[in-house]
């Protein structure tokens, strides 16, 4: 079991504690990993006897693996899965902790796809793990290369945490790669965590790739309801997985966080599953929208900046040219109102910065982001 004392001292999640400053307080949020949000009222209006049923939820506690409706939507999601193989938590965070506490010794070694959800590392740092980074670049596109794996292989290696679609770059591996990933992991016996959490918001639906829970027993899914559907708030997310022994741990550790998952949420979460191609029609929308208005943005601004085209999900990750990403995200949103995300969050010290493609607003965002362009520009010419 990790050291009780490492995990009390966890170190500040910096992404979260940058939001908490600014998440609230600022007009046009151009960083946001989510897309649009909606009303109670109006996902319940995509099922006609929805909004009866839900004033009827029942306000005890939840079956502790999550409701069996709720299960059995989630499971669609997946070929080979049944809604006993679903762990409900609150959100893909809970699952995150609990997947690395349940499953990882001081002294194991992880390999982490790089820049990564600090998390996906930093749990396991705590559980006393030493951590590898699998580095994606901006000069291959953000792409892995399947090649370094076998040098970062050591003989105490116990897992690969993969993340694609990415936060932040918007890579998608290609099926081939993500074959052979599993292939060396079964072959290697290593377990593969795969935080699908923005899947199913492939620009291209032929460029899904098969869920990593369906690949064998070696490999534990993540999904949660905030991303590609948009319903943070819900806070409801999951692990699917065919391998009985760190479902039970999870499950067993799951009494000492959460418990069970709040009532409505499941409600609401298992209406939501059942319509999730509305959900994620309506938010694929709003990010191609916004996708052509970035392409112009950085045709016309492309000596400011780099800009490789994500091919799924609600983020992108351009390069700063012009200066201190630092300064010029702290500049941006003190006098424009306008919200980037510095790199160096991720721990990325060559000035990139995380771009949010998912709200609605962003047009507005990106016209404010211009004009304070044209102004700053000229003082630090
Ligand atoms: C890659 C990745 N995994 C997990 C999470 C956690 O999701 P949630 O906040 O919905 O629990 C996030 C949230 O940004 C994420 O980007």
Redesign the pocket.
């Known amino acids: 079991m990790p050291s009780w004392s490492k995990i009390m001292n966890l170190p500040p999640f910096k992404l979260e504690r940058f939001f908490a400053k600014y998440e609230f307080n600022t007009e046009y949020l151009l960083c946001s990993?989510d897309c649009e949000a909606m009303s109670i009222a109006d996902l319940l209006a995509l099922e006609p006897a929805a909004a009866e049923k839900f004033q009827n939820t029942w306000l005890g506690y939840t079956e502790s693996h999550g409701s069996p409706a709720l299960r059995a939507e989630i499971c669609k999601l997946y070929e080979t899965i049944q809604p006993d193989d679903i762990l409900v938590h609150s959100?893909?965070?809970e699952a995150?902790f609990l997947f690395m506490y349940a499953t990882f010794q001081p002294g194991d070694h992880v390999i982490v796809h790089s820049p990564r959800?600090q998390s996906?590392a930093e749990v396991a740092v705590a559980a006393g793990c030493d951590v590898s980074l699998w580095r994606a670049r901006e000069k291959n596109n953000w792409a892995l290369d399947i090649d370094e794996l076998p040098h970062l292989l050591r003989t105490n290696t116990k897992a690969i945490i993969i993340?694609t679609p990415h936060?932040p770059t918007g890579y998608l591996m290609s099926g081939e790669d993500y074959a052979a990933l599993h292939k060396f992991a079964q072959e290697n016996n290593l377990l593969l965590f795969s935080?699908e959490?923005y899947r199913e918001s492939e620009y291209d639906p032929e460029t899904r790739l098969p869920a990593g829970c369906d690949f064998g027993e070696h490999s534990i899914s993540?999904g949660?309801t905030?991303?590609t559907y948009g319903l943070?708030g819900l806070r409801i997310?999951w692990i699917a997985t065919k391998n009985k022994k760190i479902y039970e741990k999870m499950a067993s550790l799951k009494d000492y966080t959460t418990i069970c998952n709040s009532a409505p949420s499941e409600f609401l979460a298992e209406v939501a599953m059942r319509n999730k191609q509305k959900l994620s029609e309506r938010n694929l929308g709003i990010i191609r929208h916004n996708l052509a208005v970035m392409d112009d943005f950085f045709a016309r601004n492309s000596l400011l900046f780099t800009w490789i085209r994500p091919r799924a999900g609600s983020m992108a990750f351009p390069r700063y040219l012009g200066g201190n990403v630092e300064e010029f995200c702290d500049h941006l949103v003190r006098k424009a109102g306008v919200l980037v995300l510095p790199g160096s969050v991720y721990d990325d010290s060559d000035n990139h910065f995380r771009l949010g493609l998912g709200r609605k607003n962003l047009p507005q965002a990106v016209e404010r982001l211009e004009l304070f362009l044209s102004s700053y520009r000229l003082s630090h010419a």
């Open positions: 990993s959100g893909a965070e995150i959800y996906l993340n936060n935080d959490v993540l949660v905030s991303k943070a997310g």
